[in-house]
């Protein structure tokens, strides 16, 4: 007589989470890369309790923001638009100027970007903390330095 199997989806509940911190050093790391790893971490996906619609994610500090290195020309050439949603009210910030005034908006615009754009992406977003520095105030969450490739 043979057993009929039963394969049931594994599906985490957001009280079982074990959230972790992790630190990376953004001193010569290409923006891009980084923070599509950034991003997965954010999201669960490193993970093997991963569930798409439960925020499954770790905590992440990135330090030397303003360190990030970015490939090719887009140093020269990269521009962010943004609109007042008044007449005449586009403005074009190149990142070079970004990087000197607010390093920490380039690092976030690319994660944003890399997030999904609903409600549970903001809430992933909000675990997201960027400092243009070496120092950050999270040493009481002991991070564990995150190496990103």
């Given amino acids: 007589m043979s057993k009929t199997l039963s394969f049931k989806?594994?599906?985490?509940?957001?009280?079982e989470?074990?959230?972790?911190?992790?630190?990376?050093d953004a001193e010569d790391q290409i923006l891009g890369r980084m923070a599509a790893e950034i991003a997965k971490v954010l999201r669960g996906k490193h993970k093997?309790?991963?569930?798409?619609?439960?925020?499954t994610g770790d905590f992440i500090v990135v330090t030397n923001a303003e360190k990030v290195a970015l490939s090719g020309k887009k140093i020269e050439y990269k521009t962010y638009f943004h609109h007042s949603n008044y007449p005449g009210g586009g403005k074009f910030d190149?990142?070079?100027?970004?990087?000197?005034?607010k390093p920490e908006k380039v690092i976030e615009h690319a994660v944003w970007g890399m997030l999904p754009h609903n409600n549970l992406g903001r809430q992933l977003f909000k675990k997201l903390k960027v400092y243009a520095g070496s120092e950050h105030p999270?040493?009481?969450q002991c991070p564990v330095?995150?190496?990103v490739n």
């Fill in 17 to 24: 989470v074990e959230r972790k911190w992790y630190v990376i």
């Fill in 48 to 55: 093997p309790q991963f569930t798409p619609h439960i925020d």
């Fill in 145 to 147: 330095e995150l190496k």
């Fill in 9 to 15: 989806t594994y599906s985490a509940k957001p009280a």
């Fill in 138 to 140: 999270h040493t009481a």
């Fill in 94 to 101: 190149h990142v070079k100027d970004l990087l000197k005034k």
